[in-house]
């Protein structure tokens, strides 16, 4: 089992899971796409394992399922904060999504989680969103973006 710094949702029966550095929006993105529809599962450490297609399946760690972190509101209940919300155990991740705050020159070389999952062999569908700090309008580039992915997978 692999544990991954990230969001996890689903969203129109499809495993979105957010990654990016501390501070991205990570949090934020996915309670604003579970508002709009989506179905909640973990925040922050998302336990990883694979499924027998291939296909990894992510969960919320034991000790903070169920929870969230925002800087506002600190540890909460999603669903207490937000009856309205639906949450699941677990769910297949389909889609990776790296929300970056901004493009920055560097001359290390580390392993990105794509490539970490490639060499693992792993099923999944990496997007970047550039991000910034409404909330309002990044949810929606990212939701085009797994549109516009979706229809060419299709296509």
Sequence with gaps: ???IHGC???WM???I???GE???GKTTCALEMVRRGGIW???DLVELTIGADLHPLGKAHKKIRGLAWLPSKGIFSVTRAFPSFHAIPECRIDF???LIKKLEKTKEKYLTVGEIWKAMDLRAAFLSVMVDDN???TVPRIIRRLRCREGSKEG
């Design 1 to 3: 089992m692999k544990h």
């Design 17 to 19: 899971l957010l990654i």
């Design 41 to 43: 599962v973990a925040d």
């Design 96 to 98: 990776v999504v790296e």
């Design 22 to 24: 501390s501070g991205a």
């Design 13 to 15: 029966g499809k495993g």
């Design 8 to 10: 996890l949702i689903q």
């Design 135 to 137: 909330v309002q309008r």
